[in-house]
């Protein structure tokens, strides 16, 4: 079983629909877990972070946290064509190391 | 804030040379970097773990003779690879933890992609 898991897509969703992306982790213990985006043949950037329980939102992301089920989300309201890129999940297990791991991503395309 | 830079962006070198690719941190200061390796269509994997002032964490699998890590400065970090082969091309990417306050949001440079003839 990988550590943190995501559906490696495509996911394909229509202009101004709500993209939902998945991600699964497996140790328990994880205390900080992270949402990356990666623009193909660039560098990941960090979209948020969310390290409670429940939701947090930021503009048109929301990344919602379950830990007793071991899953984080992120939804993208309003989808753009400039959204569509792979996303990377990320987990830091502990509070005492800096390593994050990192899922495969899942490839998002908004088309118009 | 929080930018992270690298150089070069792009190499292009013969097998048996060594190449080496310099991350800074420009508006902060980094007590830690990291170096990943990523190969297309795959994720980042962490190959060492770089503190400053001290040697570099390598990850299992990583040969730490031949990627060698210097983290010279609060800004500067700097991956070596030595004798590099085709197998060594792919996409390094370097990103670094803020010293201060609590964040844990590591923030990535634009990466180097390396190819080996």
């Known amino acids: 079983q990988k550590e943190v898991e995501q559906n490696s897509g495509p996911l394909s969703v229509p202009e101004g629909a709500i993209a939902s992306l998945n991600c699964t982790y497996s140790?328990?213990?994880?205390?900080?877990f992270f949402w990356y985006r990666q623009y193909s043949g660039k560098s990941p950037e960090l979209i948020m972070s969310?390290?409670?329980?429940g939701d947090k939102e930021d503009g048109r992301f929301t990344a919602q946290l379950n830990k007793a089920s071991q899953y984080v989300s992120l939804l993208i309201r309003d989808s753009q064509p400039s959204d569509s890129a792979t996303y990377l999940c990320a987990v830091k297990r502990s509070y005492n190391t800096d390593k994050l791991i990192f899922g495969t991503g899942t490839r998002l395309q908004v088309f118009p | 804030g929080a930018v992270v830079s690298q150089h070069p962006s792009r190499v292009i070198c013969k097998s048996g040379t060594s190449v080496k690719i310099e991350c800074r941190s420009l508006?902060?200061?980094?007590?830690?970097m990291f170096w990943y390796r990523q190969f297309p269509k795959q994720s980042l994997m962490l190959m060492a773990t770089?503190?400053?002032?001290?040697?570099?964490?390598?990850e299992q699998g990583v040969e730490k003779d031949k990627f060698l890590i210097n983290h010279a400065s609060l800004t500067l970090s700097t991956l070596t690879v030595t004798s590099a082969h085709p197998e060594d091309s792919s996409f390094y990417i370097c990103?670094?933890?803020?010293?201060?306050?609590?964040?844990?949001?590591?923030?990535f440079g634009p990466g180097t992609r390396l190819t080996v003839l």
């Open positions: 508006d902060f200061q980094a007590t830690t």
């Open positions: 969310i390290y409670s329980n």
């Open positions: 140790d328990r213990v994880s205390q900080s």
């Open positions: 990103s670094a933890r803020s010293a201060y306050g609590g964040d844990n949001e590591q923030f």
């Open positions: 770089s503190n400053e002032g001290s040697k570099a964490t390598y």
